[in-house]
């Protein structure tokens, strides 16, 4: 750390051990998070094969990179 080597330690307000009291309390707590895109012109009927494909591949990056879900949102 910052400290053991002698210079300063960065923290405007708080101190060490509060961050460690945070970072230890961290791990009660699970966040999900999602991708959503809005388009309104978008449509289920209009959208070719290419975009499925394309909408489909980013899908399973989120999926397998971050755990995040994908959603669409357009017209009916």
């Known amino acids: 750390m910052r400290r053991d080597r002698g210079l300063s330690s960065r923290i405007e307000q708080g101190s060490?051990?509060?961050?460690?009291?945070?970072?230890?309390?961290?791990q009660d707590h699970r966040f999900e998070f999602d991708v959503r895109i809005v388009q309104p012109g978008l449509s289920r009927q209009a959208i070719g094969e290419e975009g499925l494909h394309l909408l489909a591949g980013v899908?399973?990056?989120?999926?397998?990179t971050r755990a995040m879900r994908l959603k669409i949102i357009g017209s009916e």
């Open 16 to 26: 060490a051990a509060a961050i460690k009291k945070l970072k230890v309390g961290w």
């Open 59 to 64: 899908e399973t990056y989120l999926l397998e």
